[in-house]
């Protein structure tokens, strides 16, 4: 069994900086990309940010240049930081990994999700 933990989130003011992190754990043999994803209320949940095994990132047009994608494959874990933030940013974040079990079958794992709320 394999589970994605996120930390960070909360209520931040308009122009702000925050920083998420999601740590995998349990049956890994290795983790191919990671990414995050927002879902704005109301909204589907969209890509923001994904970094390959390589550390290759990508991320959605609006927030190139704000925010920051990084991963510690020693510590199985992502990051995003969040600079400038944006009301319009106000979501839930979800990490998401591509992971190789130590069965050598391959996962799609989403964590459960952690509140970033953008308001003055």
């Known amino acids: 069994q394999v589970q994605l933990v996120e930390l960070g989130g909360g209520l931040m003011q308009p122009g702000g900086s925050l920083g998420l992190s999601c740590a995998a754990s349990?049956?890994?043999?290795?983790?191919?990309?990671m990414g995050w994803y927002g879902r704005a209320p109301g909204k589907q949940r969209e890509l923001v940010a994904t970094?390959?095994?390589?550390?290759?990132?990508n991320y959605v047009d609006s927030v190139k240049g704000r925010f920051t994608i990084s991963r510690d494959n020693a510590k199985n874990t992502v990051y995003l930081q969040m600079n400038s933030l944006k009301p319009e940013e106000t979501a839930v974040y979800y990490c998401?990994?591509?992971?190789?079990?130590?069965?050598?079958?391959?996962?799609?794992?989403w964590g459960q999700g952690t509140l970033v709320t953008v308001s003055s």
């Open positions: 349990g049956s890994i043999f290795s983790i191919n990309t």
């Open positions: 998401n990994a591509l992971i190789r079990t130590e069965r050598y079958s391959y996962l799609e794992v």
């Open positions: 970094i390959t095994s390589g550390d290759r990132t």
